[in-house]
């Protein structure tokens, strides 16, 4: 079973930009091995996918909401995948998780091991 934690949250100005963490641990968990996946959930609203990276980092994916603005990166060494999220808006205001996986729908319906979450508010 996988542990994750992410962080990096905050509160930016529309325009501003921000990094958020998930770094992930587990005695049977391989991080180098799996997909990773950031989803979000505003307030009122279902969980939705925003990226996801394969094993090598070589093959990523973004919703349409925020290509050109947010980039998925992972570190293998450090079993840490990040976001970089820039030109934000007031619409990405949301908590950020990460999940293992690759297909967003698959990992809606099966995954079970949600973090806490970090906080990111975009003022307008």
């Known amino acids: 079973q996988v542990q994750l934690v992410e962080s990096g949250g905050g509160l930016v100005q529309a325009g501003g930009s921000l990094r958020v963490s998930c770094t992930a641990s587990?005695?049977?968990?391989?991080?180098?091995?799996?997909?990773m996946a950031w989803f979000r959930r505003a307030p009122g609203k279902e969980r939705e996918f925003v990226a996801a990276i394969n094993w090598s980092g070589g093959n990523k994916k973004y919703a349409d909401s925020v290509k050109g603005r947010f980039t998925i990166s992972r570190d293998n060494a450090l079993n840490t995948v990040y976001l970089q999220m820039n030109s934000l808006k007031p619409e990405d205001t949301a908590v950020y998780y990460c999940a293992q996986g690759w297909d967003a729908q698959a990992v809606l319906r099966s995954f079970r091991s949600w973090g806490q979450g970090t906080q990111v508010t975009v003022s307008s």
């Open positions: 587990g005695r049977t968990f391989s991080f180098s091995s799996n997909a």
